[in-house]
């Protein structure tokens, strides 16, 4: 019964990925509003009643698709935060990787800007999620600058959500791509700099 169990979890995953593989392949060509679930349904070679069977409806797959995403990224700020690097060499790396997978995977992609964006808008929980999840990386890093004798002593998590805030336009798409062009606005190097100057 067990191995029963265990593979009609295996097959239900299998589905799943596959729904999900197919979705962000159309939502990236096509764009999010201009697809539906029997497109998607159709690229798979299956009726909509079977994707339904997965997924309630196109927002779910969508919020599982950003989900999956922003998944990546907390596992590269992950690694970063693993390095045998100094706490502040780690925070200014973690801040450069996310501002050039903002700039690489989601603004040279105009669809894959439109589905965040519309994740954002919404205000999913996934996007929460995800905030607390990377101050928590962050807050990790800045405990370990103060035992380090990097940082002096104060409370780490008030210093991550500050850091994260002041650093901001590096991390959040919109500000990302409304920054970019802009010679007024503050370069990543300077609000690195400024941002562990703060924490020091």
Same mark, same amino acid.
């Given at each position: 019964m067990v191995e029963n169990a265990e593979i009609l979890d295996a097959t239900r995953q299998e589905n799943i990925t596959r729904i999900l593989d197919a979705a962000e392949a159309l939502f990236r060509h096509y764009g999010y509003s201009k697809t539906n679930v029997a497109d998607i349904a159709r690229d798979l070679g299956m009726s909509p009643a079977n994707i339904y069977r997965f997924f309630a409806s196109k927002t779910e797959i969508?919020?599982?698709i950003c989900g999956r995403m %922003?998944?990546? #990224?907390?596992?590269? /700020? %992950?690694?970063i935060s693993r390095l045998p690097i100094s706490a502040a060499d780690r925070l200014s790396q973690y801040l450069h990787a996310q501002h050039q997978l903002i700039v690489t995977a989601m603004l040279d992609h105009e669809k894959v800007h439109e589905m965040v964006i519309v994740a954002i808008e919404r205000d999913w929980h996934v996007i929460e999620k995800h905030i607390d999840r990377m101050n928590d990386v962050v807050e990790t890093i800045i405990k370990q600058g103060i035992a380090a004798g990097e940082f002096p002593v104060?409370? #780490?998590? $008030?210093?991550?959500?500050?850091? =994260?805030? /002041?650093? $901001?336009? *590096?991390?959040?798409?919109? *500000? $990302?791509?409304? =920054? %970019?062009s802009k010679p007024n606005r503050a370069t990543p190097e300077e609000l690195i700099a400024f941002a562990l100057k703060a924490l020091r």
């Open positions: 969508h919020q599982a %922003l998944g990546a #990224s907390y596992q590269q /700020a %992950l690694e104060q409370d #780490s998590a $008030v210093a991550a959500r500050c850091f =994260c805030a /002041a650093t $901001v336009t *590096m991390c959040h798409p919109q *500000m $990302v791509a409304q =920054c %970019l």
